[in-house]
């Protein structure tokens, strides 16, 4: 008699099992992914001879998003693998967010594979110093993928060169009336009927305070405004609105209400710090209004900033690597790049976590996170296994009452074989 039929039953199982017994050691693996047993009849001259597993495969659906609290545990919530590149130089792809970064400013994974994505545009120059303008350039998505690096260096500090002010000038006052007096440093008198400062930084990063003083003049809708620093007046120039309240434009709808005709006015050559260069600030003054309430200041901005050191990273929904600064100043370090396949389950387990391209997987299809077909980027948290226990469990239970089942298979043919022999 044949035992082809029991033995092959038997190997099965055992695949099954072996396989239940793989995911249910690593439910609490991050980013793993469950494998299923598939089994096909076996036939030789149409009749049964037992079973064969004719595939393993790899169940790709999303695990839970767990919070973890640590900004280099990263999710991908939705498609796509990270794209590492091996000690050996290989590169590998991963679901487990579990990063670090090393003394280097390299980032990392526990088995030290690096982190690939789009890096910086070295193109990119300031003032023709290269070294100093690099870290701090746009990145170049879109371009090569490399191993993403964290520099360490200090941003350097930014003079001002533009403030934009968002005001309002209260259409009550009137001309010569009411007016607020300055002593300015050399004697002479500042009149106004509204001010403001704000901070303004040299090219060494010194902070100047900087007041603009506005006056009502003559008797249509000028203002005249004065910036002041150290007691010093360093410029004036007009503000002209339209009796409906808003700076005048032309028909393109360009503001030309600053300066008689001009979108904006440029005070030059206010002093800055000892050896620091002079300030020559632009002030805009776009949606700023005329209208009948208290004069105020709604909002002010300006690009100058002092220096400021690296105090920590963070990574965006898009990938992006920000640098954070003492100065409050961000900066970008890199973006996360992200790989799609058209035939997921083609990829080749490889352990650690990762996975190598096939022919069958196809080639990868690169792209930045949240783009196309790929997932978002979720810091703090990780993915977790998509194994469930009680699937699992209720598997290894089956696989073995049938493994059982096929053994009593052969202790049956074993029986009606010894019957036969004793005849």
């Known amino acids: 008699m044949s035992f082809t039929t029991a033995v092959a039953g038997l190997n099965a199982q ?11 050691a690593n439910s609490q693996t991050v980013g793993y992914k469950r494998s299923d047993v598939l089994f096909a009849d076996v036939f030789a001259a149409s009749r049964g001879i037992g079973v064969q597993v004719s595939d393993v495969r790899q169940n790709f659906t999303q695990g839970s998003i767990e919070s973890t609290g640590r900004n280099l545990d990263l999710a991908i919530s939705g498609e796509g693998f990270y794209r590492l590149e091996r000690s050996t130089g290989e590169v590998g792809y991963s679901r487990n967010g579990e990063f670090g970064i090393t003394a280097t400013g390299d980032i990392v994974n ?3 594979d690096r982190l690939m994505g789009y890096g910086m545009d070295r193109g990119v120059t300031v003032d023709t110093d290269d070294q100093q303008a690099f870290p701090f350039s746009n990145v170049l998505v879109g371009g090569a993928p490399q191993a993403l690096n964290v520099p360490i260096d200090d941003i350097p500090a930014k003079a001002t060169t533009e403030v934009n002010a968002l005001l309002n000038l ?57 910036a002041v620093t150290n007691g010093v007046a360093r410029g004036t120039f007009t503000l002209d609105f339209t009796q409906s309240g808003r700076l005048a434009t032309d028909a393109n709808g360009v503001v030309t209400g600053v300066n008689g005709g001009a979108a904006s006015a440029t005070i030059a050559n206010i002093p800055g710090g000892v050896d620091a260069e002079p300030l020559d600030v632009e002030f805009l003054f776009n949606g700023s209004t005329q209208f009948a309430a208290d004069s105020l200041q709604k909002e002010l901005n300006q690009d100058g900033f002092t220096s400021g050191a690296l105090a920590g990273i963070t990574v965006t929904e898009t990938g992006v690597i920000q640098r954070n600064f003492t100065n409050g100043e961000t900066r970008a370090a890199g973006q996360i790049a992200l790989a799609s396949f058209r035939n997921e389950e083609g990829l080749q387990p490889l352990g650690n976590n990762l996975w190598a391209s096939t022919n069958a997987s196809g080639l990868e299809n690169l792209g930045a996170p949240g783009t196309g077909r790929l997932g978002q980027i979720q810091a703090e948290a990780v993915e977790a296994s998509n194994v469930d226990l009680a699937s699992e469990l209720v598997d290894t239970i089956v696989a073995q009452r049938s493994y059982q089942a096929n053994s009593n298979t052969i202790s049956t043919q074993d029986e009606l074989l010894q019957t036969i022999i004793n005849l």
């Open 14 to 24: 055992s695949e099954k099992l072996n396989s239940a017994g793989n995911n249910i």
């Open 110 to 112: 526990a088995q030290g």
């Open 170 to 226: 209260d259409a009550r006052v009137v001309s010569g009336q009411n007016l607020n007096t300055l002593e300015l440093a050399n004697g002479a008198e500042l009149d106004y009927h509204f001010s403001n400062n704000f901070t303004a930084y040299d090219s060494l990063g010194n902070a100047v305070n900087v007041a603009t003083y506005f006056e009502r003049v003559g008797n249509g809708n000028q203002w005249d405004v004065t």
